[in-house]
């Protein structure tokens, strides 16, 4: 499956439980290494959730570890890493956003962050969510329609 912002191959990635009750569970999460573009099934059935483009101080969660700093918050990057590469066991995203304004956040996850903001095109940027029907993609878990 290749990503719908940059066409880049796209990443299976765990799904954490829901953090409320009222959240529907997600099926599969795939996200883009390059851009980090998310797609998502599992919702409602027969359909997917594509990439959203989010500003940079509205994009990261906060990255949650014990071995983190917390004077130091750090982005989560989706794949078991921050975005300045910290990576270990036990490293998640937690439900709180990441703003790389902060003075005391990481420059390095605040530089990052900056890079990948720069691989969307500017015409995928302010785009609204987009729902649509679609057969699953290849190596996907979902059966066929």
């Known amino acids: 499956m290749t990503c719908d912002v940059c066409g880049h191959d796209l990443r299976s990635v765990p799904v954490p439980e829901p ?18 573009a998310w797609t998502e099934r599992g919702h409602h059935p027969r359909e997917v959730s594509r990439p959203q483009y989010r500003p940079v101080d509205m994009r990261w969660e906060w990255a949650d570890s014990e071995e983190l700093s917390e004077d130091v918050p750090h982005a989560y990057g989706h794949f078991g890493t921050t975005l300045c590469g910290i990576r270990h066991d036990g490293l998640t995203a937690s439900p709180y956003l990441w703003d790389p304004g902060w003075a005391h956040a990481c420059p390095a996850c605040g530089e990052m962050a900056a890079v990948i903001d720069g691989r969307w095109p500017e015409d995928a940027q302010g785009e609204k969510r987009k729902r649509l029907r679609t057969t699953p993609p290849p190596g996907s878990a979902w059966p066929p329609f």
Not at 20 to 36: D, G
Request: proline share 11%; charged share 20%; net charge positive.
């Open 19 to 36: 953090r409320a009750t009222w959240q529907l569970p997600v099926k599969e999460r795939w996200v883009c290494p390059w851009c980090h």
